[in-house]
């Protein structure tokens, strides 16, 4: 993505190794989670695993990621041969998701580790001894659970980046991300947060949005706004300021040089000229009856 993504934070609450013997001692079958996520490590094996009521295959490297609220769990007999870790966490705001969520209702929750996969177990391992002595050592186990949290979000991202492409046709996303600035163009919204609302990256945004439209995302944001503010000094008295701060511009100067770029003519005189225009028009129509 063109800038880094924001550091996701988050509260360790608790690791378990889960394995065959721990699989008949203790089945996981389904379950949901009201106050936290939790991200479920396959450090070996392979099986299904259900989240959300679908089953997914899963095996050594995956992360499933089982947002709070969401139905998830194993059938305990088609994974006794799964060797897993399971960390829990809490506190994690995502922009644009629910508490405790990593991403949106209906995506899948399964990404893989790929070459990373021997760390991340390694790492996991190290989070499980850990928390045995977690009143102790406590934000060391939220420092290695929230590196977890943001690997896993990272991931994430590279898997949206490299299918985004085949998962959506430009034109569709054009039109997605023209709805969404059509419904915040007067919040002060930059490219990043609509990219990353939008779970893309900048440049394709952009690149898809141009293509489509024939203009840049954010000048598209700033005609839409312009357009407004027309609209407001031919039809009412709204003071000038008032007018910036409702169309989300940052001051009444921002305001000034972008009306004036883009009409050519600065707010104070636009209005000035329609209510003389209309009052020629008025006083050229009366003329015309009384003659």
């Not at 009444?252 to 004036?260: A, D, E, L, R, S």
Request: glycine content about 8%; some cysteine; proline content about 5%.
């Amino acid at each position: 993505m063109g800038n880094k993504p924001c550091k996701l934070s988050g509260t360790f609450f608790n690791c378990i190794s889960i394995d065959r013997n721990y699989n008949n001692q203790q089945s996981i079958l389904p379950h949901m989670h009201d106050n936290r996520l939790e991200l479920f490590y396959v450090c070996s094996g392979q099986g299904q695993y259900m989240v959300d009521n679908r089953y997914y295959p899963i095996g050594e490297g995956d992360i499933v990621i089982c947002n709070q609220g969401v139905l998830h769990g194993e059938e305990p007999d088609q994974v006794r041969q799964i060797r897993s870790y399971s960390v829990a966490i809490t506190d994690v705001n995502v922009e644009g998701l629910p508490p405790n969520c990593l991403i949106a209702e209906g995506e899948c929750p399964v990404v893989s580790c790929g070459q990373l996969a021997r760390q991340v177990g390694e790492t996991m391992h190290l989070l499980y001894l850990l928390s045995a002595d977690a009143g102790n050592l406590h934000a060391v186990c939220c420092s290695l659970a929230e590196a977890m949290l943001n690997l896993t979000d990272s991931l994430l991202r590279s898997r949206i980046h490299q299918q985004e492409q085949q998962r959506e046709m430009p034109s569709v996303l054009a039109h997605r991300v023209r709805r969404y600035l059509d419904a915040h163009h007067c919040e002060p919204i930059t490219l990043r947060m609509v990219a990353e609302r939008l779970r893309v990256s900048e440049y394709y945004l952009a690149h898809v949005f141009k293509q489509e439209f024939g203009v840049p995302p954010m000048q598209y944001v700033m005609k839409r706004r312009i357009g407004e503010a027309q609209g407001f000094l031919m039809n009412t008295g709204i003071p000038i300021a008032e007018i910036a701060d409702t169309l989300g511009f940052s001051s009444i100067c921002h305001f000034n040089t972008m009306f004036k770029k883009y009409t050519g003519t600065p707010p104070g005189k636009f209005r000035q000229s329609f209510k003389q225009s209309i009052t020629h028009s008025e006083k050229g129509k009366s003329e015309e009856e009384e003659s």
